[in-house]
C-alpha cells in the first residue's frame, strides 16, 4: 500500500518564453508569442512531483511518480508530469495502457495517426503492441496518470525519441 | 476511446448543516458543530458528475462516470463522487482494486480492521476478495478513481450495506 502527499511545484515560465523571443529566428516568433492554450502556472498537482524521467527516454523534463508495482493486481499505475515540450520516446506496451489526464494539455500519437490532442478529463485507451508516445503540448504541461495492465505480458518497449520535427507535425 | 469533458459540479452543505443542527439531539450537535477537515465546496472536478448509484449499492448520494470496460485491457476504470456521508456497500473484487484519491477526504475499511483515513493524493490497493468498503467523510466529500484489474475473474461482489454504525466507529 502506497500513499502520496499533495506537493505543489511552480515554475517559472515567463523567462523561458522571454529566452526563447529573444535568442529565435525572426520565423521563430510567431510560435513563441501567440497566447498559450493554458498558463503552466496554472497546473495542479495531486501527487508529488517523483523522479525526473531518463533523458534516454523522455525528451525535456518529464518526472514519474509510482503508485503501484503489483503481480497481485498485474497492473503498473502512476503520474507523469510534462513540463511543456516534454514527451516520451515511442514506446509499445504489450498489455496495453489507459492514460488519465488530470491536468494540462497534450498530444498522444499512435504511429502512422495524426497527432491527437489530450486535456484535463480525457482518457485515452491505446491497445495492445501499438507505437504511440504522449506528452505536454508546446506551451502547456500535462499531469497523466498512466495504468498499464497484463504486465505479465511484459510492461514497456522503448523505441527511439520523438524528433522535433515529428512532434511539432 | 472515452473522452470526457470538464463539468463543474457545486453542492450546498451549509442548509444540511443548519437542518442538522435544527432537528438533532443535543448530544448530536458536537459532531455537526465542528469544523469540517475541508470544506466540500472547494472540492475539484475533473470528470462529468456520471450516473447516480444505486441505492441498492451506495448509501448518500454517490455519482460514477465510467471510463472503461474493455476486454483487451481486462480492466475497468471509473471516477466515483461520492458527497459528504456517501458510501459503497461492503464489497469484494476477485481480481483486487487500485482506489486514486483525487480530492477531497473520506474512509477505506477492510473487514476487520480499523476504519482508515484516505484523502487527496493516496493510493490504496485492497486485494482480491477481500471485503471492504469505501466512501466519503461525514463532513467532505471525496473524488475517487477506481482501476479493477484482472476482470477475466469478475468485476465484483455486492454485500451488505455499510450500516450507520459501522460508518462512524
Known sequence: MKKG?????SFVSVLSVVIALLSCQPGDVQKYSRVPEQDPDVLSFIFPLGQRGSTELFTGEAFHFGFSLDSIYNTVSGNVYF???ARTNWH?????????????VGYHQIEG????????????QCPPNVLHWHGASA???L???????NIDRGIVDWQAAVTDQEYEN
Open 83 to 85: 513540463k511543456a515540450g
Open 139 to 141: 506551451d502547456a504541461g
Open 92 to 104: 509499445t506496451h504489450p498489455g496495453g495502457q489507459i492514460l488519465i489526464i488530470t491536468d494540462g
Open 143 to 149: 499531469q497523466q496518470i498512466y495504468i498499464v495492465p
Open 5 to 9: 502527499e499533495l506537493k505543489i511545484s
Open 113 to 124: 495517426e495524426p497527432k491527437q490532442r489530450i486535456k484535463k478529463g480525457d482518457v485515452v
